[in-house]
């Protein structure tokens, strides 16, 4: 006879106190994330102890392990969502959202198709509509939640692929990105079969546009090359500077040459909620497809991004699936697994509707405009900051800018400011990002987080000019 083994039960009053310990921890970073260091290397020691040790044959006390969790493998981090996090596009989290993430992730429902999750997929449908008419796209528009930006662009890119090209001409198809757009959208058309000789890069204005002109030269020597120019993609709100690429030419390029026109409105997309900002997005309206990350400017945890499109069938057209073991799971018409890549999908929409339930439209457009005052404080303290130079102005809550004392040769002062960006991390007060701008280098500060204040864009600018000054020794 065989022992059976004996199954696996967690001790409720185990799993209760561990529950208390994450409510505890919850409500403190609620009321305190702007008095922790922007990043934590914890114990690096007792984390290298901790990967090393495997997995245990014998299984060890719930609330010993949830504390290594949450002191040793969660303190090494970088707090994307704290308030003076300004290195990239942040996560400024709602504590909405983290109890919209718990409740989901107890009930866990599959949102493949409606049948699985009648509720979760009706909130996602309707938000989804209400998202596409806060762009502006017309009745019947659609689409569904995916893991972010890079999966939006991807499945747009496909959808453009299967929708403007055939399989005899997919090798003279040319898609024409901005020399200002996400790598993720180079990522996008490669994983699609394009090869580098489809892919143009457009050049940039002044102000770090897509030039609508340049565009309209490439479109046309590609087509005397007998080439097929089938996708456009434009940016609201590019990762680096903010810049919103002029939409409403790019619309009526793209309607004149036939082209699919995706807009990556990762970030930028978000001020359609802002009534203030708004004007800044038009022609968005005219896209065929938009992505739209809610992770960013919509206060979201990770892994919240839509891809919304003017005609979903053209989704459904490129990812729509048939299977034996799927006869009596769909629905009638498309599933959410007809729209984009994935099967299985968790029901990403729900912290994003519950945010916008409880905080209501007037406080998200609030929020969104105090973005753009923050970035404007910052680009003030630099321009009255001597040895300093404002590489781009304010924008879609990004500035970009440089230390350039005229005393210090360029490449020592470069040195400089980048060192002192880093000390400003290792002190923990506030991460700045570097970046470079029409190829010089520069740091950047993008500044989402509702909690942030003018003065921690003054008191940023300060300790900056103070390291930059300690180190080059002016």
Known sequence: MFDRPTPFRLDPRALSEAFDGVAADVLARAAGRASEPVAGAGSPDALARLVAGGVPAAGRPLGEVADELRDVVLAARARTDHPRFFAFVPSPVSPVAWLADALTSVHNPHLGARRQAEGPAAVERALIRWLAQALGLPEGAGGLFVSGGSMANLAAVVAARDAKLTPATRGDGVAYVSAESHVSVARALRIAGLLDRQIRVTPVDAALRMD???????????????????????????????????????????????????????????????????????????????????????????????????????????????????????SDGPDFWDLGPELTRPARALKLWLTLQVM??????????????????????????????????????????????????QKAAEGAMRRAAARLFDEGFAAVGATRVAGRPALRICALHPEATEADMAETIRRLDAHAQEISGL
Do not use: C
Not at 267 to 282: C, N, T
Not at 307 to 316: E, F, Q, V
Not at 363 to 392: K, N
């Open 360 to 409: 209501g439209l007037d406080a998200v457009g609030a929020a969104i405009e105090h973005g753009f005052r923050l970035a404007e404080a910052a680009e003030r303290a630099v321009r009255a900051t001597p040895g300093w130079e404002v590489a781009t102005p304010a924008q879609l809550g990004v500035v970009t800018f440089r230390y350039a004392p005229e005393a210090l040769p």
């Open 212 to 330: 609508a002109r340049a565009l309209a030269a490439q479109i046309a020597a590609d087509r005397a090359a007998d080439l097929t120019p089938f996708l456009l993609v434009a940016t609201a709100g590019s990762t680096n500077v903010g810049a919103v690429d002029p939409l409403p030419q790019l619309a009526e390029i793209a309607a004149r040459e036939n082209l699919w026109l995706h807009v990556d409105g990762a970030y930028g997309a978000s001020i359609a909620l802002s009534p203030a900002k708004r004007g800044l997005l038009a022609g968005i309206e005219h896209a065929d497809s938009v992505a739209w990350d809610a992770h960013k400017w919509l206060f979201q945890t990770y892994g919240t991004g839509m891809l919304l499109a003017r005609d979903p069938a053209r989704l459904s057209a490129s990812f729509g699936i048939e299977a034996a073991y799927l006869d009596d799971a769909g």
